[in-house]
């Protein structure tokens, strides 16, 4: 038998704003958001997707439009999608959505990607209290390869995925989202949790401005009313959603719940590598791109597959089979973190400092072989690196480690006798990076002062 041609059910065009687009995109999670298209299960369908800030980003040497990004118009996600099954039923709640994702691939003709670090004081991240300013790298592909003129003297391949995908929640567990995450911000006032960490803020709570809703009419009541209540698409959540997971790859098999009818899939913010954390959280190798996909429905599966975790029923996680197809390395470099925070306190069993602590240590390790701290926080945000919590149990510890492959450098990075060499990537670029000013603290390493 030839092989089926996918059809086609979202087409977007990258010269155009989101809200232009002839199949509407959205950028928030809500039950009432209609479907754009329907598909049937075992139907070979093609999705394409703009970058995950909709075209805010450009392909130059400049890091002013990370700096200045409208942070509440991001993540356009193409669908939702209704699935049917071979009688031409919905998925039911209650059922799990089988999503196999059978190709993807950046979108022809737009072949690059941006990693970046957000200003401190609009979006931030993971190490924001060390890096506050906002920076940016640009990546064209070769095939299967990524390089980078502003970080020199490395190239890898990508494991492409969607860093969001997903199904609409019921209004039941939006409600459950919203309750609690509004809670999360109420209850914790001060800068910094455990002292330690400074992403702010705590979460994104539903927000008008920015929002766009689909095939809903801009302006009407009821765009007003889904606005004002729909859920921000920042977090992973029971639906999938951003879950940044690398591994969500070719060949591989996610697992959803399905809350509504028709399950309603979404997807977007396809990215042409990660490392484990996106820790620089604008992290991956961002980029459009497109997704070929096959559905199928386990009628009553979440019942006797998905055990709650939590009050009730709708507490439950997606799961997914690795695919066949990844980058294969044999050389590592492996870096440890334990739950000690810079200024030397101990945290109990505190997985995010250990982590942390890890990335840390492998910055200042890979700074001594020409790069600079950002170029070094961006490419362990971007490339194949493998993120572990090795200890759990051994109070007062935890125990990170991030794991680097060294073939992705065209230099010896390990450690050597003599001082390491930097001869072969002497600051001939750097990433461009904007001037920070704010008046937040800058946590420094005591040891080098």
């Given at each position: 038998?030839?092989?089926r041609?996918p059809?086609?059910?979202?087409?977007?065009?990258v010269t155009k704003?989101?809200?232009?687009?002839d199949s509407?995109l959205h950028?928030r999670?809500?039950?009432?958001?209609?479907p754009?298209?329907?598909?049937?299960?075992?139907?070979?369908?093609?999705?394409?997707?703009?970058?995950?800030?909709?075209?805010?980003?450009?392909?130059?040497d400049?890091?002013?439009?990370?700096?200045?990004i409208?942070?509440?118009?991001?993540?356009y996600?193409?669908?939702?999608?209704?699935v049917?099954?071979?009688?031409g039923?919905?998925a039911?709640?209650g059922?799990?959505l089988?999503?196999?994702i059978?190709?993807?691939?950046?979108l022809?003709?737009?072949e690059?990607?941006?990693?970046?670090?957000?200003?401190?004081?609009n979006?931030g991240?993971?190490?924001?209290?060390?890096?506050?300013?906002?920076?940016?790298?640009?990546?064209?592909f070769d095939?299967?390869?990524?390089?980078s003129?502003?970080?020199?003297?490395?190239?890898?391949?990508g494991?492409?995925?969607?860093?969001?995908?997903?199904t609409?929640?019921?209004?039941?567990l939006?409600?459950?989202?919203?309750s609690?995450e509004r809670?999360?911000?109420?209850?914790?006032?001060?800068?910094?949790?455990c002292?330690?960490l400074?992403?702010?803020?705590?979460?994104?709570?539903?927000?008008?401005?920015?929002?766009?809703l689909?095939?809903?009419?801009?302006?009407?009541s009821?765009?007003?009313?889904?606005?004002n209540?729909?859920?921000r698409?920042?977090?992973?959540?029971?639906?999938g959603?951003?879950?940044?997971?690398?591994?969500l790859?070719?060949?591989c098999?996610?697992?959803f719940?399905?809350f509504?009818?028709?399950?309603n899939l979404?997807?977007?913010?396809?990215?042409?590598?990660?490392?484990?954390?996106?820790v620089s959280?604008?992290?991956?190798?961002?980029?459009?791109?497109?997704?070929e996909?096959r559905?199928?429905?386990?009628?009553?599966?979440?019942?006797?597959?998905?055990?709650?975790?939590?009050?009730?029923k709708?507490?439950?996680?997606?799961?997914?089979e690795?695919?066949p197809l990844?980058p294969?390395?044999s050389?590592w470099?492996?870096?440890?973190?334990?739950?000690?925070?810079e200024?030397?306190?101990?945290?109990?069993?505190?997985?995010?400092?250990?982590?942390?602590?890890?990335?840390?240590n492998?910055?200042?390790?890979?700074?001594?072989?020409?790069?600079?701290?950002?170029?070094?926080?961006?490419?362990?945000?971007?490339c194949p690196?493998?993120?572990?919590?090795?200890g759990?149990?051994?109070?007062?510890?935890?125990?990170?480690?991030?794991?680097?492959?060294?073939?992705?450098?065209d230099?010896?990075?390990?450690?050597?006798?003599?001082t390491?060499?930097?001869a072969?990537?002497?600051?001939?670029?750097?990433?461009?990076?904007c001037?920070?000013?704010?008046k937040?603290?800058?946590?420094?390493?005591?040891?080098?002062?």
């Amino acid at each position: 038998m030839a092989p089926r041609t996918p059809k086609s059910v979202v087409k977007v065009d990258v010269t155009k704003q989101p809200w232009e687009q002839d199949s509407p995109l959205h950028n928030r999670w809500h039950p009432d958001i209609p479907p754009v298209a329907q598909v049937s299960v075992e139907e070979l369908f093609r999705v394409e997707t703009i970058d995950w800030t909709g075209g805010q980003i450009l392909d130059n040497d400049s890091a002013e439009d990370v700096k200045n990004i409208d942070l509440s118009r991001v993540h356009y996600l193409s669908g939702p999608i209704r699935v049917m099954d071979e009688a031409g039923k919905p998925a039911i709640p209650g059922d799990i959505l089988v999503v196999e994702i059978c190709n993807l691939g950046p979108l022809p003709g737009d072949e690059w990607g941006f990693t970046g670090t957000f200003d401190r004081e609009n979006g931030g991240g993971f190490l924001t209290d060390h890096f506050p300013s906002a920076t940016k790298a640009i990546w064209h592909f070769d095939g299967i390869f990524a390089y980078s003129r502003h970080i020199p003297g490395v190239r890898f391949p990508g494991l492409i995925h969607p860093g969001l995908i997903g199904t609409a929640p019921s209004k039941e567990l939006l409600d459950i989202w919203n309750s609690r995450e509004r809670l999360l911000v109420e209850e914790t006032p001060s800068l910094t949790l455990c002292s330690s960490l400074h992403t702010r803020p705590l979460a994104n709570l539903p927000l008008a401005k920015g929002a766009l809703l689909g095939k809903i009419p801009p302006g009407s009541s009821q765009w007003q009313a889904i606005a004002n209540e729909a859920a921000r698409t920042i977090p992973g959540r029971e639906n999938g959603g951003n879950c940044d997971i690398k591994n969500l790859s070719r060949g591989c098999k996610v697992y959803f719940p399905v809350f509504v009818e028709g399950a309603n899939l979404s997807m977007g913010d396809m990215h042409f590598s990660q490392g484990d954390g996106e820790v620089s959280f604008c992290g991956a190798i961002e980029m459009s791109g497109f997704l070929e996909l096959r559905c199928e429905i386990l009628r009553g599966g979440m019942e006797r597959y998905m055990t709650p975790i939590g009050p009730t029923k709708l507490h439950v996680h997606p799961l997914f089979e690795i695919g066949p197809l990844e980058p294969r390395f044999s050389e590592w470099l492996v870096f440890e973190g334990v739950s000690v925070d810079e200024s030397g306190k101990q945290h109990f069993l505190d997985a995010s400092i250990a982590y942390k602590r890890a990335v840390l240590n492998a910055i200042h390790y890979f700074s001594n072989f020409g790069y600079s701290k950002e170029q070094v926080y961006l490419l362990l945000s971007c490339c194949p690196c493998e993120g572990r919590i090795s200890g759990i149990v051994d109070a007062p510890n935890a125990v990170a480690t991030l794991a680097v492959p060294t073939a992705i450098f065209d230099q010896d990075v390990r450690p050597k006798r003599g001082t390491p060499s930097a001869a072969r990537v002497i600051q001939q670029a750097n990433v461009p990076k904007c001037v920070y000013e704010g008046k937040l603290p800058i946590t420094k390493v005591l040891s080098l002062e």
